[in-house]
T-cell receptor
Framework: GIQVEQSPPDLILQEGANSTLRCNFS?????LQWFHQNPWGQLINLFY???GTKQNGRLSATTVATERYSLLYISSSQTTDSGVYFC???????????FGKGTKLSVIP | DTAVSQTPKYLVTQMGNDKSIKCEQN?????MYWYKQDSKKFLKIMFS???????INETVPNRFSPKSPDKAHLNLHINSLELGDSAVYFC?????????????FGDGTRLSIL
């Protein structure tokens, strides 16, 4: 099955800083999603982005399917951005999401 | 208006017991899922149902049995609970199988086996 790798595994930011999280996948994908798991454990779907670029407020994501990676940008980070960010993907012909191990983000005041 | 709701939120029980977790979605989605998140936060799919029919059944012990009475509900029954079953179980839904769509997750059920 498809392999999904995320980097960095841990990230500590000062409030107001920007960051880029990376997701590499091992095969062609037809589905790429970014999730945020907040400190209360809730999983929130941030982006469905199998290709191209999307923006939602301070967050944006870009997927370059031909080069097998996706990036999540967080600008002007806030303490409420803390949590774990997951990338998940399914390969061609599959509808089963495989999750990466996540990037744990801590935003300190 | 909770989109995907799971009950209970917490479940603490003894080894060997049988327990169920319920999931309901009011999004009108056809496809529902169960995921397990272990202590290292790793998320793995267990089951997927499309319009009440099982379409994904990963390598999960047969002590776990999903049941979908209708397309808005997908319950998970676990027999003879073991220590290794301690985890957070998430229910999710998406519009329909065969189309790649965003998945929406419930808040999770934290299962602790004593």
């Amino acid at each position: 099955g498809i392999q999904v790798e995320q980097s960095p595994p841990d990230l500590i930011l000062q409030e107001g800083a920007n960051s880029t999280l990376r997701c590499n996948f091992s095969d062609s994908v037809n589905n790429l999603q970014w999730f945020h798991q907040n400190p209360w454990g809730q999983l929130i779907n941030l982006f469905y982005i199998p290709s191209g670029t999307k923006q939602n407020g301070r967050l944006s994501a870009t997927t370059v399917a031909t080069e097998r990676y996706s990036l999540l940008y967080i600008s002007s980070s806030q303490t409420t951005d803390s949590g774990v960010y997951f990338c998940a993907s399914s390969g061609a012909g599959s509808y089963q999401l495989t999750f990466g191990k996540g990037t744990k983000l801590s935003v300190i005041p | 208006d909770t989109a995907v709701s799971q009950t209970p939120k917490y479940l603490v029980t003894q080894m060997g017991n049988d327990k169920s977790i319920k999931c309901e979605q009011n999004l009108g989605h056809d496809t529902m899922y169960w995921y397990k998140q272990d202590s290292k936060k790793f998320l793995k799919i267990m089951f997927s149902y499309n319009n009440k029919e099982l379409i994904i059944n990963e390598t999960v012990p047969n002590r776990f049995s999903p049941k979908s009475p209708d397309k808005a509900h997908l319950n998970l029954h676990i027999n003879s609970l073991e220590l290794g079953d301690s985890a957070v179980y998430f229910c999710a839904s998406s519009l329909r199988q065969g189309y790649n769509q965003p998945q929406h997750f419930g808040d999770g059920t934290r299962l602790s086996i004593l």
